[in-house]
């Protein structure tokens, strides 16, 4: 398979094709947003009502498809010992800056948001409260908050992930093809990818990676504005109903961008590897203070019992779907998944094409049992950690009574902040406030870095070492374009609409992937058997 490349002019080295229509569909949604501000925010929502009410169902059982396929193939001997590349070739990466990759640019930056504030508002409703099995805001939901939160953070986000990285690791370092989206789906169609059939799976998956993209920045300068309030007390960044302003969230979209944009001229080897590890140390810092100085068997409790209850009930949990019935009850049900387990699978699928082609990127050398347990198992286990850590100290604080309901009616931004407000009082909120925004700043430059690095990767027909400077910053300014004009217009719940929107193409590609990998498998598993 040959993908046409520019052998001149502005896009020489890239792909015309892709590059243009992702770039022009992207500045169509720009132009639409301004042009018809008023009515965009209303169009969007609707738009992302009719998603959910319709595809929400397949979003559920592609999800968990994705899962069981990566477990099987792992699991099965003949195709779980390959290794991703030449027979005997190591890893490039240790396994601490590996998995420090993985974590930090794939949900890193949302996990720091959502371990308190999910578990806090599944404490108020899910699925349990709404059909009568446990009282809101009492200890007998604590269970429930938890086995609710932990279900969006687990085996799914990241076999989603596993997945898209895996086909296109397998596609590229054992076939070589390019390390290109559509080169995923050469099992299936040959050389026929090599034209307008390739050039639409790449401009899918372009826009899918925007949009992922958007999101994780959209919620993250929404928590940084948060966290700058609490440690500065600037009035200017918060609004009087307790939210982010979208002045502090427009300065702090540029500056982070412009961070990204710039840092990733350096690409994996130098900016990301190093940022990710920053990353993760810090993370383990700030997990220790709140295991040490936090309500510690009540944590270690609720971790446990977390993921008995994850293990036990995640295929009936996973895909349970809740349809609307004209009830209070059933439309309660399904406008609960609609607001959390769809919007989070379309946000997983989104990120998809950027974190499964950096894992593809940072996993050369491993096997793929060994890449499924690394990509699937370790950053789970990460993740129901922070849940169970700070979120189980928020939900202990509001059972005690201490917070008093505070951490209950902040802001989902502010949760996090709220939480080390009870906990430590000014000087101490002030100083771990400053490790959580440093850490937000570095999660936030990773995601947006590694971003910007795949579409640029993508747009250049897999070229990994290519990096021309005027389409690394143009990228930026159109990432940072797109996400400053969704705020401006519906705020972040016109961004969810469009990740929502967005991501339902790519889930068709995915499945395409999945019957790809399983043909090329199943072909090559011969290849290692004594």
């Excluded at 209303?42 to 929400?56: E, I, K, P, T």
């Amino acid at each position: 398979m040959t993908v046409r490349i520019s052998r001149d002019g502005p896009l020489k080295g890239y792909n015309p094709a892709v590059v243009i229509a992702s770039a022009s569909i992207a500045v169509l949604l720009i132009g639409w947003a301004v042009i018809y501000s008023a009515s965009a925010g209303a169009a969007l929502a609707s738009l992302n009502q009719f998603v959910v009410d319709r595809f929400g169902a397949w979003y559920l059982y592609a999800m968990f498809a994705f899962v069981v396929f990566c477990v099987a193939i792992a699991a099965w001997p003949a195709t779980g010992r390959l290794r991703l590349g030449k027979p005997g070739e190591r890893p490039e990466f240790s396994n601490f800056s590996w998995i420090a990759m993985m974590f930090g640019a794939g949900i890193g930056m949302g996990v720091l948001t959502y371990s308190t504030a999910e578990p806090i508002f599944h404490f108020s409703t899910n699925p349990d409260v709404i059909n009568g099995v446990v009282e809101t805001n009492s200890a007998d939901n604590v269970r429930s908050a938890m086995k609710w939160s932990v279900l969006h953070w687990g085996f799914s986000a990241w076999g989603c992930y596993a997945l898209v990285g895996l086909s296109l690791a397998y596609c590229s370092f054992n076939k070589g093809l390019p390390l290109s989206l559509r080169s995923a789906l050469y099992p299936l169609f040959g050389k026929s990818l090599s034209g307008p059939l390739g050039h639409a799976v790449d401009v899918v998956a372009v826009l899918a990676t925007i949009v992922g993209v958007t999101i994780t920045i959209g919620y993250g300068v929404a928590q940084f504005s948060s966290g700058l309030f609490y440690i500065t007390g600037w009035d200017w960044v918060m609004t009087e109903a307790g939210k982010p302003a979208l002045a502090a969230m427009l300065a702090l979209l540029i500056v982070v961008m412009a961070i990204s944009t710039a840092s990733a001229f350096s690409g994996v080897e130098k900016g990301i590897k190093w940022l990710a590890d920053v990353n993760l140390v810090l993370s383990i810092l700030l997990l220790a203070f709140f295991l040490i100085a936090g309500p510690t068997l009540f944590e270690l409790k609720t971790l446990g019992v977390a993921i008995w209850d994850y293990v036990t009930g995640f295929a009936s949990m996973a895909t349970q779907h809740f349809a609307a019935d004209g009830s209070s009850q059933g439309d309660a049900l399904a406008e609960w998944q609609g607001a959390w387990t769809i919007f989070y699978w379309a946000w997983w699928i989104a990120f998809a094409p950027f974190v499964g082609m950096f894992l593809a990127r940072v996993s050369r050398g491993r096997t793929i049992r060994e890449y499924v347990l690394g990509a699937m198992l370790v950053p789970t286990l990460v993740c129901f950690c922070w849940f169970a850590f700070i979120g189980g100290t928020a939900l202990e604080l509001e059972l005690s009574g201490r917070a008093g309901g505070v951490i209950l009616e902040a802001d989902l931004s502010a949760r996090l902040f709220a939480t080390l407000d009870v906990m430590l009082g000014n000087w101490g909120l002030v100083a771990m406030s400053g490790l959580v925004v440093v850490l937000l700043i570095t999660f936030l430059v990773t995601s947006a870095q590694s971003g910007i690095l795949v579409i640029h990767t993508i747009s250049s027909a897999g070229e990994i070492g290519r990096r021309k400077g005027s389409h690394i910053a143009g990228w930026g300014l159109l990432i940072t374009a797109v996400i400053g004009v969704l705020l401006s217009v519906g705020g972040l719940d016109a961004i969810n609409a469009v990740m929502t929107v967005g991501a339902l193409p790519f889930s068709g590609v995915m499945v395409l992937m999945m019957f790809a990998l399983a043909k090329t498998l199943l072909r090559d598993r011969t290849a290692s058997s004594p």
